[in-house]
C-alpha cells in the first residue's frame, strides 16, 4: 500500500529561526511530490510540486528538497514568521487517475513569538 | 468568486439524519475532488468529476455517501443516516485541467461535520 510518512509530528519554533520538514514516501510508481501548506480551518494550499528529475525548488523562504533514489524529500523553512504556523502536508502523486494521489498526515508547525 | 466556495462552513447533525454539502468549484475548472480529512490526518479521497462525469468514486466510504455535479460545476456530496464516523472536514478541491501529473488542485476550506 502506498504510504507518506512525515517528521515531525509537530514542532513550535521561535519567530526568526529556520526549520526543516521531512517526508518519506514508499509510492510506487513515482510521478511528482507535492508540499501543501494547510492553514486552521483552511483547505491545503500548494507551495511545491517536485518531478523526479528535479531535486531542489524553491517558493519564497520555502525550499523544498527531493532524493527519489532513498524516497525522501525535505521543506526547509527560512526566518520563520508567524504567518508560517500550519500544517504541511506530503503528497505523492503516483498517477493513475484522480485518486492517484497520497497525502501525508502532516507536520504542525507553531511559530511562536 | 475568486477561489473554490463550500458551504455550509459548519454543520452539526444528528445521528441519521441525512446532510448535502456544497461546492462551488472555480469557473472553468474541468476537475472537481471530494476529500475527508479526519482530525489530525492527510485528506482522503472519495470522488472525481470530470466536468459533469463521476469518474472515479472508489473512495466513498459506504453507499450512504452520494455525490453529483449535473451540470458540471456545482457539486454536492450528500451523506444519508449519518453516524457519529461521519464526523469529519469534507474539503472540495477543483482543477483547470483533468486528473493527472501536473494536474493542481485549488481547496476550498472545508465543511466541518459533526455527528451527535
Known amino acids: 500500500k502506498n504510504q507518506v510518512e512525515q517528521s515531525p509530528q509537530s514542532l513550535i519554533i521561535l519567530e526568526g529561526k529556520n526549520c526543516t520538514l521531512q517526508c518519506n514516501y514508499t509510492v510506487s510508481p513515482f510521478s511528482n511530490l507535492r508540499w501543501y501548506k494547510q492553514d486552521t480551518g483552511r483547505g491545503p494550499v500548494s507551495l511545491t510540486i517536485m518531478t523526479f528529475s528535479e531535486n531542489t525548488k524553491s517558493n519564497g523562504r520555502y525550499t523544498a528538497t527531493l532524493d527519489a533514489d532513498t524516497k525522501q524529500s525535505s521543506l526547509h523553512i527560512t526566518a520563520s514568521q508567524l504567518s508560517d504556523s500550519a500544517s504541511y502536508i506530503c503528497?505523492?502523486?503516483?498517477?493513475?487517475?484522480?485518486?492517484?494521489?497520497?497525502f501525508g498526515k502532516g507536520t504542525h508547525l507553531i511559530i511562536q513569538p | 468568486g475568486a477561489g473554490v466556495s463550500q458551504s455550509p462552513r459548519y454543520k452539526v447533525a444528528k445521528r441519521g439524519q441525512d446532510v448535502a454539502l456544497r461546492c462551488d468549484p472555480i469557473s472553468g475548472h474541468v476537475s472537481l475532488f471530494w476529500y475527508q480529512q479526519a482530525l489530525g490526518q492527510g485528506p482522503e479521497f472519495l470522488t472525481y468529476?470530470?466536468?459533469?462525469?463521476?469518474?472515479?468514486k472508489s473512495g466513498l466510504p459506504s453507499d450512504r455517501f452520494f455525490a453529483e455535479r449535473p451540470e458540471g460545476s456545482v457539486s454536492t456530496l450528500k451523506i444519508q443516516r449519518t453516524q457519529q464516523e461521519d464526523s469529519a472536514v469534507y474539503l472540495c478541491?477543483?482543477?483547470?485541467?483533468?486528473?493527472?501529473?501536473?494536474?493542481?488542485?485549488?481547496f476550498g476550506a472545508g465543511t466541518r461535520l459533526s455527528v451527535l
Open positions: 503528497v505523492v502523486y503516483s498517477g493513475g487517475g484522480a485518486d492517484g494521489l497520497t
Open positions: 478541491a477543483s482543477s483547470l485541467e483533468r486528473a493527472g501529473a501536473k494536474n493542481i488542485q485549488y
Open positions: 468529476f470530470q466536468n459533469e462525469a463521476q469518474l472515479d
